[in-house]
């Protein structure tokens, strides 16, 4: 690093600053100027750094099969709330009145959020 | 051809993306000595435990290295996090000290005034200034010595010294002048020595 830099400091002092100011950039000169040397500092730095946090490969797939798990047993464990949730998205779907028009429009809408997110995303990556 | 050396940009991205160690430990080689200068100034002489601030600092940067957004140069972000070391430790010590142990804080005061005393004798016995400028810094409140080291012993501007303080410039400067005041005032003996 330059000296000249020490211009930036103005002498706020009132008076006689001059002999405080050459003392402070003396000393500064002189210990930037003094390395010191890293002694195994580095090596207790990087002794010192928190491990990694490493996920082992197998835990995915574990907890995919887990949550799988999970909502058969629910599905068996109550099948009929199951048939009755599944008999109401039907019913509520069959309501709606469909047309050539309304499919095309839902396909366009969805294609439309389909290249939005990609773009999101590359832009994000 | 020699080869052209690894720019901190690399090396940083190298640590962020890759968890590369290496990396970040060619970074500690490279501003080891900056930080532990700047934390010896900043605890006024304590080797020890400028050190141990240094090795915090260096661990805190790894932790927050994807935060380090380049905005400013990777030692200023290093003096920011240093500072930040050593003023939190500083609060603590105070805290501990005015929580149940009141009267240690009045020796403590004591013995302040007395180092005054003590520096003054020093400067008969002809004692080194070096010794006499760190003693006198202990004289300074944490902001005033922050903003003296960051301006004059790490040669920041008012600008990347108020980013390091995080204050505004105008803070930084009334800090430096009320620090040089207090120093002239403890190193008069000093000043009035013929050139």
């Known amino acids: 690093m330059s000296n000249d830099r020490r211009h930036d400091i103005p002498d706020t002092a009132p008076e006689g600053g001059d ?29 010192a750094l928190p491990a990694p946090v490493m996920l082992p490969a197998w835990r995915t797939p574990i907890v995919v099969a887990l949550w799988s798990v999970v909502a058969i047993g629910l599905a068996f464990a109550i099948p009929g709330a199951v048939l009755e949730v599944g008999r109401g998205a039907y019913r509520l779907l069959a309501a709606q009145p469909v047309s050539l028009s309304g499919i095309a429009g839902a396909a366009v809408a969805m294609i439309g959020l389909t290249c939005a997110a990609a773009a999101y995303t590359l832009r994000s990556n | ?18 968890n590369d160690n290496h990396a970040f430990a060619e970074l500690v080689k490279r501003y080891q000595s900056g930080v532990r200068a700047c934390l010896r100034k900043l605890t006024a002489g304590n080797h020890a435990l400028a050190d141990d601030l240094s090795q915090d600092t260096f661990v805190l940067a790894w932790r927050h290295l994807k935060s380090f957004r380049q905005e400013a140069r990777f030692s200023t972000w290093l003096y920011r996090i240093a500072t930040n070391c050593w003023l939190a430790h500083a609060r603590k010590r105070r805290e501990e000290l005015l929580g149940d142990r009141t009267d240690e804080l009045a020796d403590e005061d004591h013995m302040d005034m007395s180092h005054t005393d ?56 009334t800090h430096v002048l009320r620090g040089k ?14 050139e």
């Open chain 1, 19 to 47: 002999w405080l100011d050459r003392l402070l950039v003396d000393d500064a000169i002189t210990s930037r100027d003094a390395y010191i040397a890293d002694d195994g500092f580095t090596a207790r730095v990087m002794a």
């Open chain 2, 181 to 194: 005041q207090k120093l002239k005032v403890a190193l008069a003996a000093y000043g009035k020595q013929p």
């Open chain 2, 118 to 173: 003590e520096m003054h004798a020093d400067h008969a016995r002809g004692a080194s200034l070096k010794l006499d400028l760190e003693r006198a810094m202990g004289v300074l409140s944490d902001a005033e010595r922050a903003a003296i080291v960051q301006c004059y012993h790490n040669d920041l501007t008012h600008e990347e010294a108020a980013y390091v303080l995080d204050c505004p410039v105008g803070t930084v400067k």
């Open chain 2, 1 to 18: 051809m020699a080869d052209s050396p690894v720019t901190d940009a690399q090396l940083i991205a190298r640590a962020v993306v890759a």
